[in-house]
């Protein structure tokens, strides 16, 4: 079964420094990827997603992440961070086995801004 | 935007008590999910439903748990007689096609407290 480990519980950062959380997964083939943001009293926003091709993803809010198939790593990036960026950021994996598949997502990350 | 909704935002219940979670999915989307998220844990994968059947569940979705399309709109989760591990905020999720490719769109879910 597939399975997915965000390292970093919570992570502080200051505005307009970059960033890098990591996410990494356990999954015999080729992974579904995606990270997934969770602001205060809202839903789960999905950021980007990875199925093929190019490794580096562009997603939505300026932020990016690089699938890694030697390292089982698919860490998000973003070069320079807002305040509004504070929120919970959630890794996930998908099985693609076809039907309507659930997500496996690991734990998540708080990010903390400081001005 | 078009998003998913749920209510309600807050349910604090008695031990035993059946509860019923509230979701409207995306209106032109087929395919429905429910996830939980125990305080601290990761967020689970419950079920998933499409054409008013069950398309897949997780080992957690046991007979305590059930879902339906009552009607054109609405997506509900019931839990029959609701454990203290119910606890749990449980996210609605929706996606016009299947897959898992197919983008998730996740409403701002419920929290459950079971006393």
């Known amino acids: ?115 | 935007e078009p998003e998913v909704t749920q209510t309600p935002s807050h349910q604090v219940t008695q031990m035993g008590q059946e509860v019923i979670l509230r979701c409207v999915p995306i209106s032109n989307h087929l395919y429905f999910y429910w996830y939980r998220q125990i305080l601290g844990q990761k967020v689970e994968f419950l079920v998933s439903f499409y054409n008013n059947e069950i398309s897949e569940k997780s080992e957690i979705f046991d007979d305590q748990f059930s879902v339906e399309r009552p009607d054109g709109s609405n997506f509900t989760l019931k839990i029959r007689s609701t454990k203290l591990e119910d606890s749990a905020m449980y996210f609605c999720a929706s996606s016009e096609e299947q897959g898992v490719q197919e983008t998730q769109y996740f409403g701002p879910g419920t929290r459950l407290l079971v006393l």
């Open chain 1, 1 to 115: 079964a597939q399975s997915v480990t965000q390292p970093d519980i919570h992570i502080t950062v200051s505005e307009g420094a970059s960033l890098e959380l990591r996410c990494n997964y356990s999954y015999g083939a080729t992974p579904y990827l995606f990270w997934y943001v969770q602001s205060p009293g809202q839903g789960l926003q999905l950021l980007l997603k990875y199925f093929s091709g190019d490794t580096l993803v562009q997603g939505i809010k300026g932020f990016e992440a690089e699938f890694k198939r030697s390292q089982s790593s698919f860490n998000l990036r973003k070069p320079s961070v807002h305040w509004s960026d504070a929120a919970e950021y959630f890794c996930a994996v998908g099985e693609g086995r076809g039907g309507a598949d659930g997500l496996t997502f690991g734990k998540g990350t708080h990010l903390i801004i400081q001005p």
